[in-house]
Structure formats: C-alpha cells, structure tokens
C-alpha cells in the first residue's frame, strides 16, 4: 500500500481489514456463549488448498468444507443452491434449480473458479465455465471450497478460486443407503448408493433420479422470449469408485461421475425449448509411496460437457472434451515438504458451429512447499502453464501464519491467477476476437482465526471463528463490446477490484451447531465505478440446528443487499432476506423422514433479473440407511 495515497482513499483500502479483526474477536466472544456439554468436531481435513491431505489447523487458506449431513438436508434446490449459502458465494440463476447458473466467488465472474470433480476439471471449453445445474447432489459425499485466486496450484481460470466436490467414497465394511422425496411443482427425488469391500478392494457406487415440472421462469410477457408454459427439468445420474491397494504403500483407485440433465427454457412463445447436458469426469490414479520420503501421485482424467439445445430457431450442439495427465511428487526434506509437479491438459471442441480452431494444449509445472515450525507456517508456490493458443504465463503465490497463541493465528497472503479466452471469444464466428490476452489478477489478503475447544471427554465443544480481508485487482477483463458499425467482438478493455471481507463462525456442541457469516464487498468496475453485475455488497447466511431426542430442527436463513442485473446499474434487483426449515425425525431403526421447507415466507426476489424463483416450496423424503 503506497502511503502517497489520499487519506480518504487509504481509509477505504483499511476498511475491510479493520472491521474483519473487529467482527472476528465479536464472534469469537459469541461463540463461548455455546456451554459444552458433550462431543463434537470442526472438519479436520482438508485437500484442495494444497492438493494433498492437509489438517485442518495446519490450512492457512480462506476454506469452508460441507459435510455428507449438510448435503442431504440441502433439498431439491442443488449444488447451487447450497453453495449460496456458505460464505464468499454469490449465485445467478435462471429460473429452477435446471436453469443456467452463474456462481460468483469472492465477486468474481461466472469463469473464474475451477470447478473439479474428484481432482478433474469439469468444464465447457466454449463458455469457459462449469455447468453447475448438471452436477448431482445425491452423488456427492464431501464438497471443498478454496477462495482466493489458485492459479499458482490449478492453472489458468483460477481468480476467485477452486470449488472441489468428492464423489461417494469406497468404504471399508458394508454400507447402503436409499430415499425417495417429493414436493412443490411435482418434484421427485429418488437415490441409492452402496459401499462396501472384497478384501483389501474397495468399491462405491450411487445412483439418483430428480424430475421437477417447474414453474413459469420468465416473469415478463413482454420479454420476446416469453412463453407461458412451465419450465421443469428431469435429471438422471451416477458414480462409481473402486480402490485396489496392490502392495504395501501401493495403491490404484479409479472414479466415474456422469450426469443428464433435460431442462425446458424459455426462448420464444410456441415451442418446448430445452437444452439436454450431458456432464462426466473420469480419473484413473496411482498412489504410490517410493521411499520413506517419496510419494508419487499419477493420475490420468477425462471430463466432457455436451450440450444440446433444441429451439424453434433449430439445434445448437456444443461438446467439449478435456483429457488431463498429471504427475505430483511429495518429497519430505529436513524441513518441510515440497511438491513438484508437472501436468498437461489438452481442450477439444466438437460444434456444428464453425469455429477457426477446436483445440489447444496447456503444458504445466508446478512446486509448492509448505513448512511448519513452531508458532510460524509457511507455504509458497510457483506455475508455469504453456499454451498452444496463448503462449506462457507464471503464476504463484505465497502464505504466512503465526500463531499469537493456542487458539489465536493470523495469516498473510499474495497470489496471482489469470483467466484463458474461451473457445467462444477467440473463434467463435462472427463474434470473436483471435488477438485476444489472458484475464490477470493480483491479489492481497490477511486474516485472523480463533479457534477454541472446551470440556472433558464426552463434554466438549469446538468452536472457529475467522475473518479475511481481500483486495483483488483483475487487469484485461474480457468485455462484448460492439462498434458504431455493429461490429461486435470481445476485447481486454475493462478492470476491476474486488475489494471486501468475509466473517464467519463455526460453533458445535453434541446437540447444538450454529455457522454464520457475512461478506462485506465492493465488487467494483474501475471505469464506472459501478457494480459489477448481479453482485452485492452484503451477503450473509446463517444456520442454527438443535436435535430434541430422535428429532433434529435447522433453521437457515440468507440475506442480500440489492445488485444490478446490467454493468450499467440501470436494471436493479433489490435486497432480499429468505428463510428455509429442515426437520429430520429418526422413525425407526435405519428410517428416517426429512421434512423442508425453502422460502417458508415466500418472499418474491430475483437472483437474475426478469427471472422468477419459484417462492415458497415444501419437499418431503424418506431414507433408509441401516
């Protein structure tokens, strides 16, 4: 921070940090008010911050985990929905839980957080994002949130960070589970999975089956692609993982993720519009541990998004391939560990659309090292990606934590990310622009965490309390952009800061659980000085649970100051603040029904403008899981 800035101005850039230490040590005095009566535990571990098994008071990271139980409480509203409600995320959605979905981490674009299924990218290499509405809850066993440009650990894409879900994993003994749900909009809901092992292999599979009949998405009649009809969505999925451990220290696992989704869209009065995704993600890795000090991590991946939509104007298809191959080596030297790496990623377009060019290879090495000692850790890495379309760009970062005491840390960070051009902006014809650079972000950030345990065995309660302060420059932003002449391409014109603080709490006793947090930011536009689009300055959540004997109660709730659905801050959305209701009521020895209700106000808000939400709903499920 150059201390020539203008007061006002310094003032503004301290802001954040100033109110992050106040509101944390105001949580952390909170959290002491939850007496502890018996067991319970924050997450303990963690991978994607450091692509390797990290515990939890060893992250220096901004990170938020979400466990199997709070996936299967989430409701028919999807992995969208229920990243909403965690801290840094933001969502746009058109329509259902089958629209098109925009997530925004940290207020960053709808392309800049890699999405990864068990380790492999999931995304379109036209649109440069994921397709969020495609990809099953009912297949996910655990789900990772890294905020914070990664690009020094993942690659290009990376400025607002990485979002990673697990598939349900290969266990040891014998474990099946299967429910059945239904509710508003004659919503349907139907799961299985199996685990179990044949001496030393273990195997996992699951299997889901969602169909809803919508609502009416667009709310405008005058809106031309208007049409009165519902706008529903029917989604069939699977998952499969085995893990052979061959020798001692030895071991292959493979995983299979695929996804089909039908989803009805609004394009035009007179035609059932509908875009038919299909979404999978394979890997095949050897885990292998060389000496005492050497382990060695092979991994081979293929993910694919397929697209179809069928219109009145025609069928678009749009299928991308990505086949990934990386190679990680954890050496453990005298002090500290150190990663090195090195990966290759080859994009594969399939179009009926013309494009100049349908593929491009990315060659990549990475190092990373993480040290520990004492009061003081600190971690430090380096990427070098390679690309057939763009050329070279190095990323990398570095964080350092020091531990004032037992339950108090404070963290320091610096990263950099970029973001590629997508097949659209580079080729796609007519519209695209070949000259195109790489988005770029520099990125600071500091934080303080206070964590804190109390009780005897048997009586205890844990407790996290954590505030982050940002500041994210992103340089060349892509913006559409059309000439006096109608000419239209994409250009690197535009900049932005993403300035802001994300507080949050963790609490959690044997009968008691409360997370709350609240994001404070000025995802801003450098030329305007305007919102950026569909983001807010405020956004917080909160869930409070508490188990009365065989019957469990979660009250979540989620609030937002108003945004603007155009870059212009012409077309407002206004604030919003919905309530939603879990009951869960063990019946029987291994039954189990689940009772929830989103929007139990049924307040009338929009998460993209012109769009409607659905209102108030109630979905009901009863699971078997002896």
Not at 20 to 28: I, M, R
Not at 72 to 83: D, H, N, S, V, W
Not at 183 to 201: E, I, K, M
Not at 344 to 359: K, L, N, P, Y
Request: aromatic residues 8%; neutral net charge; glycine residues 10%.
């Amino acid at each position: 921070m150059s201390p020539f800035l203008p007061a006002p101005r310094r003032a503004r850039r301290l802001a954040p940090f100033v109110v992050a230490a106040f509101a944390t040590h105001s949580l952390a005095t909170a959290a002491q008010g939850l007496v502890p009566t018996s067991a319970g535990a924050l997450p303990s571990v963690f991978v994607t911050a450091t692509r390797g098994p990290q515990a939890a008071e060893d992250v220096l990271a901004d990170v938020t985990v979400i466990e199997r139980d709070e996936i299967e409480r989430a409701g028919p509203g999807g992995l969208a929905a229920l990243l909403q409600r965690q801290p840094g995320i933001e969502i746009a959605r058109n329509g259902g839980p089958g629209g098109v979905t925009s997530l925004f981490l940290r207020g960053t674009n709808r392309g800049h957080t890699i999405v990864l299924v068990d380790g492999v990218r999931v995304e379109s290499a036209t649109s440069g994002a994921a397709t969020l509405e495609a990809l099953p809850l009912e297949n996910i066993e655990r789900i990772e949130i890294l905020r914070g440009p990664a690009s020094g650990l993942y690659g290009a894409d990376a400025i607002g960070g990485v979002v990673q879900v697990f598939t349900r994993a290969a266990g040891g003994g014998l474990a099946t589970s299967a429910a059945a749900g239904y509710g508003t909009y004659d919503t349907r809901d139907v799961s299985a999975s199996a685990s179990g092992s044949a001496g030393p292999v273990r195997l996992a599979m699951s299997a889901a089956h969602r169909a809803s009949r919508g609502f009416n998405a667009l709310t405008d009649p005058n809106d031309f692609s208007y049409n009165p009809d519902r706008d529903g969505y029917a989604a069939d999925s699977g998952s499969a993982s085995v893990v052979v451990p061959w020798a001692k220290d030895q071991e292959l696992s493979a995983s299979l993720l695929r996804s089909r989704l039908n989803a009805q869209f609004d394009a035009g009065p007179g035609h059932d519009d509908r875009t038919i995704t299909v979404v999978d993600a394979a890997h095949v890795q050897s885990r292998n541990r060389v000496t005492d000090a050497w382990l060695s991590r092979f991994t081979i991946a293929q993910s694919t998004d397929d697209s179809l939509s069928r219109t009145g104007f025609g069928d678009f298809p749009f299928r991308t391939r990505d086949h990934q191959y990386g190679w990680l080596n954890d050496l453990t030297l005298p002090a500290g560990v150190l990663t090195l790496g090195a990966e290759r990623r080859e994009e594969r377009v399939d179009s009926t659309t013309e494009f100049a060019i349908t593929a491009r290879n990315t060659n990549a090495g990475l190092a990373l090292y993480q040290w520990r000692g004492g009061a003081h850790a600190f971690q430090a890495n380096v990427r070098h990606d390679d690309s057939s379309q763009f050329g070279g760009r190095t990323t990398g970062g570095a964080r350092y934590g020091y531990s004032i005491s037992p339950a108090w840390q404070i963290t320091a960070a610096a990263s950099t990310a970029f973001k590629a051009p997508t097949f659209n902006d580079l080729y796609y014809p007519g519209f695209a622009n070949p000259s195109l650079k790489p988005e770029t972000a520099h990125n600071i950030e500091g934080g303080v965490t206070w964590r804190g345990a109390a009780g005897t065995s048997g009586a205890s309660a844990t407790w996290e309390a954590r505030a982050v302060a940002y500041d994210n420059r992103v340089r060349d932003l892509i913006v559409f952009q059309c000439d006096a002449q109608f000419n239209c391409a994409p250009q690197n014109v535009d900049r932005a800061t993403l300035r802001g603080a994300t507080l949050s709490i963790d609490a959690r006793r044997a009968d008691t659980a409360l997370k709350a947090s609240l994001d404070l930011a000025e995802p801003t536009d450098d030329r305007s000085g305007h919102l950026l689009p569909r983001r807010a300055r405020q956004h917080g959540t909160l869930s409070a649970s508490q188990q009365w004997g065989a019957v469990k109660i979660t009250l979540e709730g989620l609030a937002s100051s108003h945004r603007f659905d155009d870059a212009a801050n012409t077309r407002r959305m206004g604030g919003y603040g919905i309530v939603n209701v879990t009951a869960e009521w063990s019946i029987a020895r291994a039954w189990s029904v689940l009772l929830r209700g989103d929007n139990v106000f049924d307040r009338r808000y929009e998460l993209a403008a012109g769009y409607a939400t659905g209102g108030a709903t109630v979905f009901a499920a009863l699971r078997w899981q002896p």
